[in-house]
């Protein structure tokens, strides 16, 4: 495989940096995950102009622009011939003087590499067993805004889901409050209404949450913010969640006990597929005409 690697494209074993980078240290930096369909990646701007937010907050400089990522990007997947990929974006401040501070780390380190994506049904979504971590994330955290490359409280809680046979841990917020998943937003569905928890209870503004905000809005189903308990979840007409690897997944169980499951997760994930496909083939049009 051919990665980016700071305005070069090299072999995956030459792509290497230094052992003093300060993400490898310290996790000083940051990542985005996106998917190409059709060799071209889905909401590019969102993810990009996230990615460009948290690198203002921890005050990073990003070494290219939107554009030149772009550029960069199209000649990755044709150099690996892999138009159907997970795109990840890496970006560190930088190898510094040994110790917290910043000061002196001014050469910012950007990664992208190309990775296979799992398919996905057009009719049904994928379905994943959760597991309730036990470590809680901090409400009204700045960092939850973007994705940081220090993430050991999401890696400790997948690992618990491991090891407990689910698909992926449930994370709870220091209130008790469903929060989020370890790679995922939560969405439940209650009296025909699809609601999620707020952003002020530790989530991530997920790109795709907001894909569903857009896809509930077109299709009248009315999307709205609350916070809740895990326990409420075992009430609700179902559970799903949303990452960008693989858009919607049916929650079918949560800590072993059986979730409901609701017709209208599939639409959901219909709606979300066709949205993809439209948005992909009005970007082929636009390049052959060009």
Known sequence: ???????????????????????????????????????????????????????????????????????????????????????????????????YSPKGADCPVLIMSLHPAPQISAERPPQWRLLTASLRLLADDPLARFKTCNKLRHVLARSEADQGGANEALLLNASGEVATAASANVFWISEGKVWTAPLAGGALPGVTRSVIFEVCQASGLPCQEQRIGPEVLFKTEGVFLTLSTLGVVEATSLDGRPLARSTLTSRIHQAYQALIARETACRERASAST
Do not use: C
């Open 1 to 99: 495989m051919i990665v980016f690697l700071n305005g070069a494209f090299v072999p995956e074993e030459e792509a290497t940096i230094s052992v003093f980078d300060r993400a490898f240290l310290y996790g000083d930096g940051l990542f985005e995950t996106l998917r190409l369909y059709q060799g071209e990646p889905f909401r590019w701007d969102q993810h990009l102009s996230r990615l460009r937010s948290g690198a203002e907050f921890l005050k990073i400089r990003l070494p290219f622009s939107p554009d030149e990522l772009r550029l960069r990007l199209h000649e990755l997947i044709r150099r690996n011939n892999a138009t159907e990929s997970a795109v990840r974006i890496v970006l560190s401040r930088g190898s510094g003087p040994r110790g």
